[in-house]
């Protein structure tokens, strides 16, 4: 099968869109963006065409070397193998390790819990206590664990897997009113990351489907 | 640091556990069992100690090697990265991307949302429903990807991550009373992977933790 340039489909808010958008910019890799739109007309997720896609109606999905990829981790895991430079794990399999807990602690941990299709189900009145508890109660255990593995980053001096995790989760807090003072070792990690560029090129605010109010 | 026999953190129903020990099982890893009893004097996940090894609070923890690894899709990484016989992913990427989109669909998008901590807060007279929900959602998704990606096996006709997620999140489906008649492929697969020894031996019906009464 013919390989064009990789199509990201994604929306700009999507904490998970924005983890494999900064693994494609780590890395180099020239793309295209398809905008999916999780609100507007009813959640652009839910079409024929994007089910057919993606069955789970969730960004972000990654057409690449002629196959489609979806949940994020599982894409930055293939970009890995298939583009091992820079790197995004560590060698050592023993931190490896690490930055896949910490990442897995936040993609499977908190963001869920928190995204808009459980959110939808709480009711409104409940929705941002909702979406507080998980993020405070995985970041209660994130603080702790970082504590013994970070060095500059989330483990070590390296940016890795965890990190392209940590970032978007925690613009996830700020947009919940998330109090961030309890967790000073996160919020460090945060401000050391969002200054490089590929952070910053892949920022929600700076997004193809961006709106002009959102820009910065 | 002195490495003895890995000790299991871990309980007989949790899905997450069982994943784990299904790996151990497979890989032929002996270890020995510490139960954490998730409901008993209100959760033992909570006291002092355990949270000390899993700020998270959640089992399943293994103490390999000297350290101390939680999330169950991290933990069966490491198994496969220092004891890779059998592989527990196969070696060609595109097929390890199925792989671990499979094994992130149920450990990230099914299983967080029906969990115990979820559901209790969740309005007692909805948790059923909550967690029916959760799981059909899924499973929609997961039985369409599986009739392109699946052989015997989840991905093609080798055991693989992806089986030792679905078949813990199986038993979940159905101690939730979700109808699994929309889902043959599921259920074909399911019933494949329960007669191999791995997944016998390491059944909640069978461990060390299994109150009497739900033992076979």
Request: aromatic content about 6%; glycine content about 4%.
């Amino acid at each position: 099968m013919q390989a064009g340039k990789p199509i990201l489909y994604s929306y700009f808010r999507s904490s998970c869109s924005w983890r494999v958008r900064i693994a494609l910019a780590l890395k180099g890799i020239d793309y295209e963006t398809v905008p999916i739109n999780l609100i507007k007309d009813g959640g652009q997720q839910f079409s024929k065409d994007f089910q057919a896609l993606n069955p789970m109606k969730q960004v972000p999905a990654l057409k690449i070397d002629g196959i489609t990829i979806h949940q994020s981790l599982a894409i930055i895991e293939y970009l890995e193998e298939t583009r091992p430079t820079p790197r995004l794990l560590p060698q050592d399999p023993k931190k490896r390790a690490s930055v896949r807990m910490i990442s897995d602690l936040i993609a499977g941990g908190i963001q869920p819990l928190q995204n808009l299709s459980v959110l939808k189900q709480v009711r409104e009145e409940m929705q941002l206590t909702w979406a507080q508890n998980a993020i405070t109660s995985g970041f209660n255990a994130l603080e702790q664990i970082l504590q013994s593995t970070a060095g500059i980053y989330c483990v070590g001096d390296e940016v890795t897997m965890a990190d392209l995790c940590l970032v978007p989760q925690v613009a996830n807090a700020e947009r919940f009113k998330v109090d961030l003072t309890p967790y000073p070792t996160i919020s460090s990690i945060n401000k050391r990351l969002l200054v490089l560029e590929a952070f910053q090129v892949s920022h929600p605010c700076r997004q193809p489907d961006t709106p002009t109010e959102l820009r910065a």
